[in-house]
């Protein structure tokens, strides 16, 4: 009965966005909109997603998990009830992003209602010299961050790193963050929307206005000690026959794996945990169950069920898979 899920996305219009996100992942985006985010999995209400396959189709993400929370999530399922842990996205910043900062749960939940935000981004494309702004240059402290802020200087106290496509980054909520323009990203983060801007680049949003800025609560938040000693992320490697595995990030709220398939790998659910799968480069197929099969161009996201039991991906490209 469960089997690879699909969601409808979730299109954001943001005003750093574009309509790139059609050509590189094959999203089929509304027209003279600039779109910045593509939601692919959610239960965050700001947008819940919808599954766009099978028996299920229809069916919200919620619904989904209320009926059926143990086939879905696994052993973990009565923790999620309330609250799916993970949020997914695509990211296309035609612009650079505002300055921004995310609270950990404990400020989250006591200021927000809702988690705090830890995210994690693979670059999927990136023109050439783009840029991430990642943490502050070293000796910045709270009092010096607030002065050069006051004084239009905050650029002096903010880290920047080059990037290409390929490159990894864990950002744990509290530490300062863009993305660059000219770059997309595939996010997995926190259950959360809660994001306290600290400059914006002088510019209006599609409203016309300029956006809100969040300076008090950022200082709040903001942790000093993360600073340009920060790089791209890469950890252990296993490489088989017919893939190579990436194990990019294993934290308390979610582990992260990148996947090159050659031909196919060979992978199996117990009833323990869900798992999510990204195609960022390729096509292929999965094979489950009893012969059965679900396609996965690039740019779909697949929640594959706790129940699923043993399954294969066939084919030749690129995965992302993350999990709790």
């Known amino acids: 009965m469960y089997y690879p899920l699909k969601f409808e996305s979730i299109y954001k219009e943001r005003v750093w966005g574009s309509n790139r996100l059609a050509s590189l992942l094959n999203k089929e985006l509304p027209q ?35 009926n059926h929370g143990e086939h879905i999530l696994g052993s973990r399922h009565e923790e999620y009830l309330e609250k799916f842990p993970l949020l997914i996205k695509f990211i296309d910043a035609n612009d650079r992003l505002s300055v921004q900062v995310h609270p950990d749960n404990e400020y989250a939940l006591a200021n927000e209602g809702e988690l705090g935000k830890t995210e994690a981004w ?6 050439p010299n783009a840029k991430l702004i990642y943490g502050l240059k070293q000796g910045i402290t709270p009092a010096v961050f607030n002065q050069l802020i006051s004084e239009g200087r905050i650029m002096e106290t903010l880290n920047e790193i080059e990037v290409k496509a ?27 929307d809660t994001t306290y801007r600290v400059y914006d680049w002088d510019r209006m949003g599609l ?17 000093f000690s993360i600073n340009e000693t920060l790089t791209s992320l890469t950890s252990t490697s296993q490489l088989g026959e017919h893939y190579h595995l990436i194990n990019y990030i294993s934290s308390p709220f979610f582990s992260i794996e ?13 009833s323990e945990k869900f798992e999510i799968l990204i195609a960022i480069e390729g096509c292929f197929v999965i094979l489950y169950g009893e ?23 066939q084919g030749k490209g690129q995965i992302i898979r993350t999990y709790i």
């Open 32 to 66: 003279n909109k600039s779109i910045g985010e593509s939601w692919e999995i959610s239960a965050h209400q700001e947008g819940v997603s919808v599954v766009s396959n099978g028996i299920f189709c229809g069916v919200s993400l919620q619904e989904l998990i209320k």
């Open 207 to 223: 409203d016309g206005n300029p956006r809100e800025l969040h300076i008090p609560k950022a200082l709040d938040v903001i942790d």
């Open 258 to 270: 990148f996947i090159e398939i050659k031909s196919h790998y060979n992978g199996s659910l117990s």
């Open 166 to 192: 390929g490159d990894f980054f864990y950002i744990p909520a509290g530490t300062i963050h863009a993305i660059g323009e000219g770059i997309i990203v595939a996010e997995i983060q926190q259950n959360s």
């Open 122 to 127: 693979y670059i999927i494309d990136a023109k």
């Open 291 to 313: 012969n059965q099969v679900e396609s996965i161009p690039k740019g779909t996201t697949l929640l594959l069920p706790a129940s699923l039991g043993d399954y294969v991906l």
